[in-house]
């Protein structure tokens, strides 16, 4: 711990770094060391603060060099609670050895949120193509962050679906990792009345149904002769694919029913009045008459009885 402290008295150096990035921290190290009583104290933990950054970057560079806005506000906010129960318990005989126990205590903070971020945040489109938005951690500037396709590609599978006709059928193709783009992309549906897959398909055999920034499109009262090939893909403004899935939809008949052309009649030939399915014109006047008739004959008959 005496080299430590000797290493960390003599080395001087303002790089930004994590941790330091962050405003709160900053100002936090900065009245820790004015707190001290003598001129001398403020300058001793003076340097062991910018040590500390130093370690913090290095910490960074082994590590990609990148963070999140929210690691870096887990982080920030773990080391704060260490940094105001650290402040309460110090004891002033022992104040430079006890920053030297702190600052480290943040630089494995800091460790530990960025393998977690590493690992499992920072880049997790498992297909598809990324590219977000992070800190740099020497920079503390925001920066674009590429992750590519693990599998070198933006096709990312092909997905049955079934239905039955009438009914409907939900596509959805989004993912959470989504939401990280730094574009605002939108999601581009379209289809072929074919299931045959994209291995056999050409992008010009694909109709677009729609482009909207709602990841679900819902197909309802299905028939059968929608079942087809369904594509989703996720686009930027500038034609960039992020994403692209298929879906094979199918549509089931329903039990009982029994499709059948619908048979259209001939159309009559002009002046042709002798079809069987209407009535001459002849007849037609002879039953009007008839049926008057029989009417003014049946209301004279009640007129007379009834007196």
Known sequence: MLLVLVSLLCCVCSA???????????????????????????????KICDHAYVTYRETSRQR???????TLYRARTEYQVEFDHFLKTQHTESVTFEAIMIMEKGRRILEKHLDTFIRDGLCPNKCGLLRRRVMDCFSCRYKLYICP?????????????????GGQAVLNC??????????RPEYHYSWVPHLLGTNKLTESDFSTLVVTEDSTVILNQLHVNEQGTYRCSLQGRDGTIFYRVTFLVTVTPL???????????????????????LPTSDPLVFAIAMVTALSLAASVGLTVVLG
């Open 64 to 70: 990609k060099g990148v963070i999140d806005a929210t």
């Open 16 to 46: 930004e770094a994590c941790l330091q990035c962050d405003r709160k921290i900053r100002l936090l190290h900065e009245d820790f060391a004015l707190s001290a009583p003598s001129v001398d104290d403020q300058i001793e933990l003076k």
């Open 149 to 165: 396709s693990p599998s070198g590609q933006q096709d990312c599978g092909e997905y049955p679906v079934q239905a039955e006709e």
């Open 255 to 277: 039990a009982g029913q029994t499709h059948r052309p619908v048979i259209t009649l001939p159309t009559l030939p002009h002046g042709d009045n002798h079809s069987p399915f």
């Open 174 to 183: 989004f993912l959470p990792w989504h939401r990280l783009l730094l574009e």
